[in-house]
């Protein structure tokens, strides 16, 4: 398998890795780490609380995909789209000022297969067919990618950020760089 470390995509060789390790489990990623790699990602999170006024919000799952415009290779290879979920708390402070906390989910699904166009790279052409086949004959297994990362602070200036989420419960995070 190339070494997709090397390209400077650790998250597609990661993903990709556990894939074809064939467990099963789901996979941790880093949803602040997906939003500082992708400004458009970030921009649409933040583009949530334009106009909110103090309170709740939760935007449902929101499908994000970078279309042609590739701003990380690395997440565009290793997922290329994905759900998002932001929910939030705003309030106005005595002084006037804005702060928010807010949880930014991330979910994927990590499955190949028809529709979706075939990948290439280093000279080779894969229909997803053929990667889905792995799968179906057991050298490779689908999983579930996610996480969870809580925000909290002004949303002009980020004041701090708890690590990614891992579900209560399980006994380690599979798939962690």
């Known amino acids: 398998m190339p070494d997709f470390a090397f390209e400077g995509w650790s998250n597609t060789e990661r993903l990709l890795t556990h894939w074809l390790e064939n467990s099963g489990t789901w996979c941790a990623v880093d949803p602040v780490d997906m939003m500082e790699a992708m400004p458009s990602f970030k921009q649409e999170v933040q583009n949530c609380f334009s106009g ?57 699904p990590y499955v190949f297969g028809d529709p979706r166009h075939a990948i290439s790279h280093f000279g080779i052409t894969m229909a997803q067919a053929e990667l889905q086949h792995l799968h179906t004959t057991g050298l490779a297994q689908n999983f579930i990618a996610m996480g969870i990362a809580h925000q909290y602070g002004s949303l002009g200036g980020l004041l701090g950020r708890l690590p990614y989420w891992w579900p209560a419960g399980a006994s380690s995070r599979p798939c962690v760089a």
């Open 52 to 108: 909110m006024g103090d309170g709740l919000f939760d935007s449902g799952w929101v499908n994000f995909s970078p279309g042609d415009n590739v701003e990380s290779e690395d997440w565009y290879y290793a997922f290329n789209d994905f759900r998002y979920r932001v929910v939030a708390l705003r309030m106005t402070g005595a002084d006037g000022s804005l702060v928010s906390e807010y949880t930014v989910g991330v979910k994927k």
